[in-house]
């Protein structure tokens, strides 16, 4: 609460006032790539590649007795490990979930009513049937496991109440992808423009995008390459 001395602001409530302006300058924002599939659609170990939380040293990286996430954006994912996709089919409580347009659309509203609650700035949606993408700038304290809880959490809501729950009682896979962009056009365009049929693409500057201006075979063109562009869904 602000202190007043004959109508002015106190000494420490000024240096206060300049300090939160300060923070206020300073706040680091990053962008982010989000992806998740719905629940039993990529599992780990897939074939098609995934981003798994599996440390280890691949054959061309220098000897080490540490072992390492290969998360980052660029780096290139796990190759099929069938005995974890295995493992991880065993482990279903329910048929795979997979969404359509009606779906598509709540979830669309719901990410943006997230993004606006957080203070986020949401870039790009792409809804698939079996997995989703997100372009989301979001201040820099701001775990990116909360980021993609949070964009989930409330679209099962959205989903619930609209729809009712699936018999997983879950709409989504565990965890999902959090990669930091470097290039923020390039992951929009990835995002939305080289989807395999998607149901639904929208961007902060155009709105609802028609679909059928998506296709993995469209390549991003600028100055700089960009790892975004060329990503697989995981």
């Known amino acids: 609460r602000l202190a007043y001395a004959g109508g002015s602001l106190t000494r420490e409530a000024r240096l206060r006032r300049r300090l939160a ?46 072992r390492h996430e290969h998360a980052q954006v660029g780096e290139v994912y796990e190759a099929a490990m069938p005995g974890l996709e295995r493992a991880s089919r065993a482990l279903l409580k329910g048929e795979p979930v ?18 606006q609650y957080r203070g ?16 989301v700038e979001a201040p820099s304290d701001v775990g990116k496991s909360k980021l993609l809880a949070d964009f989930k959490s409330y679209g099962s809501r959205r989903l619930n109440r609209v729809f009712g729950e699936r018999e997983s ?3 989504w896979s565990e965890g999902g992808s959090c990669r930091p962009v470097r290039n923020t056009p390039a992951a929009i365009f990835y995002v939305c423009h080289r989807q395999p049929n998607p149901l639904l693409v929208w961007s902060l500057e155009r709105g ?26 995981t």
Request: no cysteine.
């Open 21 to 66: 302006w300060k923070l206020a300058e300073e706040t680091v924002m990053t962008t982010w790539l989000l992806t998740s599939t719905f629940y039993g659609q990529w599992l780990p170990g897939d074939k098609r590649g995934s981003v798994t939380n599996v440390r280890d040293r691949r054959p061309d990286e220098a000897p080490s007795y540490v």
């Open 98 to 115: 997979s969404v359509d347009l009606h779906q598509a659309e709540q979830l669309l509203e719901q990410f943006l009513e997230t993004a």
């Open 120 to 135: 986020w700035t949401l870039h790009a949606v792409s809804i698939m049937f079996n997995h989703i993408h997100l372009v």
């Open 169 to 171: 009682e879950t709409w």
């Open 208 to 233: 609802r995008i028609p679909v059928a201006e998506s296709h993995p075979d469209n390549v991003y063109r600028s100055d700089e390459s960009s790892d975004e562009s060329s990503e697989p869904p």
